[in-house]
Nanobody, 110 residues
Framework: VQLQASGGGLVQAGGSLRLSCAAS????????MYWYRQAPGKQRELVAS???????NYADSVKGRFIISRDNAKKTVYLEMNSLKPEDTAIYYC?????WGRGTQVTVSS
């Protein structure tokens, strides 16, 4: 499977972006899908995960601001990011079945 993330960009603090991650093949609803991010000089961190039938999980730093969702028919997972902060600036990656997608840059200006 291949994963392609998109939707990143430059946004002012307080703004919103929606990231998409499209899979080249069907991913079972029972499989986890993840969003990670890596800021300059920092380790990659888990932002959110989703598996059908279970509540999504979020990093404490994004709870209440980010929403992960998936559309199995479209083989796509989304990350809706609201109330963005400069510290959300990072390259965002999706991951599933042990495969990493190419990242998409998110830059939040103050």
């Amino acid at each position: 499977v291949q994963l392609q993330a998109s939707g990143g960009g430059l946004v002012q603090a307080g703004g919103s972006l929606r990231l998409s991650c499209a899979a080249s093949e069907t991913i079972l609803s029972s499989d986890h899908m993840y969003w990670y991010r890596q800021a300059p000089g920092k380790q990659r961190e888990l932002v959110a995960s989703i598996r059908s039938g279970r509540d999504p999980n979020y990093a404490d730093s994004v709870k209440g601001r980010f929403i992960i969702s998936r559309d199995n028919a479209k083989k796509t997972v989304y990350l809706e990011m609201n109330s963005l902060k400069p510290e959300d600036t990072a390259i965002y990656y999706c991951r599933s079945l042990g495969v990493w997608g190419r990242g998409t840059q998110v830059t939040v200006s103050s």
